[in-house]
């Protein structure tokens, strides 16, 4: 007999929670709104969070904690050196990951500049299947290049592979018979934020590790998204229906030397996250680094109770209702926006839904920023913070394996974790209902300041 209640639960998408504490939110009126664009310099990374109704600009440190989180910050033992809340936290990790060496750093691009420093010199080459943003800049901060080796399937919209962010194996065997002497590194980044939000398979990263291992090369993994990676494992992958989800995330790191998590994402915290690691050698390494940059390595440049907060949102992150809900909902605003006749990335990732840009302002070029424009249609008609930019990659022709540049364009509608409900999906959908009505009126942005590095976050624009 069918369980009645728990298919009811998956086809409304009910929230697998309820509300303890509320925060007020504010929509500016039109005019107003309009007044904000121009004092923002028509960017996301300028405008005011108290003058947005729904951010969608990340899913980074944005989430709701937990009555239980909120607990455990109460539990933090402030001790500088080796505090009782560092061996709650080093448990939970040990616990989820599999690994048995655990460094706190404050943030997931704190374990990237660490991480970067040991491995990289001039010259080298790091492979990854899409480097997240801070992951480039550190990367090219040590003057070495990041080289994403993506299947050609993430510029194809419409095309419904269950894992488009598996790295393109026919690419990595060239890269790696080309270049294997100035590779120290091969990242796999689970989810794959920057190709559409999508999943990485089983699969695929086992054939990852006998590659590396055929040339000697450490894998590590980017796994600030692992528990959404395991889910949709496990809904799409054979073999995995009946595994949990800490089977499932402990197998993915198996492959991996190491592997640095920025835990604002799947821990479900404000703030924080850890290197971890079955090399004593390498854990020596980064603790000397972390005292140098963050602080005592036992609390990595964290309070204590922050530790305390970190160990049970990465419980909860791998909780499988959770994670049905959090899913269930992305996908739901994908399909509330197809049915306004927006052209987003199939099929819909985990942290966000993807748009295609050039299919929705079909009249503006590059160099007219469409994803800016996007941004400033969405918060005019509806005070909603999102958008995008062009993605700028590094990649290898398949067949001889030459590093060219190719350009991604798309505009990223990241959902923030146990945050919105479906009214609040409706409500994006309706308010992209109409920028879609008026996208063939929007002449397009120039750039008006752009600096070399991390240029999203700094760049201001101007309306054509």
Not at 349 to 370: A, M, N, R, T
Not at 389 to 397: A, E, G, L, S, Y
Not at 415 to 444: F, T, W
Request: contains cysteine; negative net charge.
């Amino acid at each position: 007999m069918s369980d009645f209640a728990r298919e009811l639960f998956a086809a409304t998408v009910a929230e697998p929670y309820r509300t303890k504490v509320v925060e007020p939110l504010r929509l500016p009126t039109r005019e107003d709104r309009q007044r904000i664009l121009a004092r923002s310099h028509y960017s996301p990374f300028y405008l005011d969070a108290s003058d947005v109704y729904v951010d969608l600009a990340t899913d980074s440190g944005s989430g709701a904690m937990s009555a239980e989180q909120w607990s455990a910050l109460m539990r933090g033992d402030e001790s500088y050196i080796r505090s009782k809340s560092f061996d709650v936290l080093e448990s939970a990790v040990q616990e989820i990951t599999g690994f048995r060496y655990v460094v706190p750093t404050h943030q997931g691009r704190a374990a990237e500049n660490i991480l970067m420093q040991l491995h990289l010199k001039p010259g080298d080459i790091v492979l990854n299947n899409t480097h997240f943003d801070t992951t480039k800049a550190h990367v090219e901060q040590r003057g070495a290049l990041a080289v994403d080796l993506m299947s050609d399937a993430l510029w194809r919209f419409d095309e419904r592979h269950p894992f488009k962010g598996n790295f393109d194996l026919g690419k990595l065997r060239v890269a790696l018979e080309r270049h294997h002497d100035r590779v120290p590194l091969i990242v796999i980044t689970v989810l794959n934020n920057f190709a559409c939000s999508s999943p990485v398979s089983m699969e695929n990263i086992r054939e990852v590790r006998q590659l590396a291992n055929t040339y000697g090369i450490p894998l590590f993994i980017d796994a600030c998204r692992m528990a959404e990676n395991a889910y949709f494992i496990k809904t799409r992958e054979n073999g995995y229906q009946h595994r949990s989800i800490v089977e499932i995330v402990r197998e993915m790191l198996s492959h991996a030397d190491a592997c640095w998590m920025s835990a604002k994402k799947d821990a479900l915290v404000n703030i924080g996250g850890f290197i971890a690691t079955n090399d004593e050698a390498l854990l020596r390494r980064c603790q000397e680094l972390v005292v140098l940059y963050e602080g005592f390595h036992s609390y990595g440049g964290l309070a204590r109770r922050d530790l305390e907060a970190m160990a049970q949102g990465l419980r909860e992150g791998t909780d499988e209702d959770y994670l049905a809900h959090r899913i269930r909902l992305v996908a739901y605003l994908g399909q509330k926006l197809e049915d306004q006749g927006i052209v987003i990335s199939q099929p819909v990732g985990g942290s966000g839904v993807f748009i295609d840009v050039e299919k929705l302002y079909p009249h503006l070029g590059p160099d007219e920023c469409p994803g800016i424009a996007l941004f400033c249609d969405l918060y005019r008609e509806g005070g909603i913070r999102g958008g995008g930019f062009p993605f700028t990659v590094n990649t290898v022709t398949g067949d001889t394996g030459e590093i060219i540049q190719r350009v991604f364009q798309f505009a990223r509608f990241a959902v923030a974790r146990r945050v919105y409900s479906k009214a609040h999906m409706d409500y994006v959908a309706a308010i992209m209902g109409r920028v879609k009505q008026l996208a063939p009126e929007n002449r397009g942005c120039r750039v008006v300041e752009k600096p070399e590095r991390l240029s999203h976050f700094f760049a201001k624009f101007a309306p054509l």
